[in-house]
């Protein structure tokens, strides 16, 4: 099995597995992955995340990215966005073109 983890500087995910860890240490906030390859990290900041998960992801705010083709509409009332499983999501306000976009981009295919 394979994990994903950034590199130190965080520019890079990488996949590694798991058979390649040497060990894994909680060292303040950070849980740090060290392999005969080097010493990564676990990705658990957003915008790790954002970046694993590539363009089909978007943020709609400041803790939350959903992906764009379950996006069923947007309530400008409610600012939220309404996805195909019936759950809501608040959308924040510089985000709302962005979600508006990827509601076209989505209706568009």
Avoid: C
Avoid at 32 to 43: E, L, M, P, R, S
Avoid at 55 to 65: A, E, M, N, Y
Avoid at 76 to 85: N, R
Wanted: charged share 25%; no cysteine.
């Amino acid at each position: 099995m394979k994990v994903p983890v950034i590199n130190s500087d965080g520019s890079q995910i990488h996949w590694i597995d798991i058979n390649d860890i040497s060990n894994v240490q909680r060292q303040k906030n950070d849980i740090v992955v060290h392999t005969n390859n080097g010493t990564f990290y676990q990705i658990t900041a957003l915008d790790d995340w954002k970046l694993l998960l590539g363009t089909t992801f978007i943020r709609i705010d400041s803790g939350i990215l959903v992906r764009k083709d379950v996006i069923k509409e947007f309530d400008s009332k409610l600012q939220v966005v309404h996805l195909k499983d019936g759950s809501m999501l608040s959308v924040a306000r510089p985000r709302i073109p962005l979600v508006k976009e990827a509601i076209e981009e989505t209706n568009a295919k």
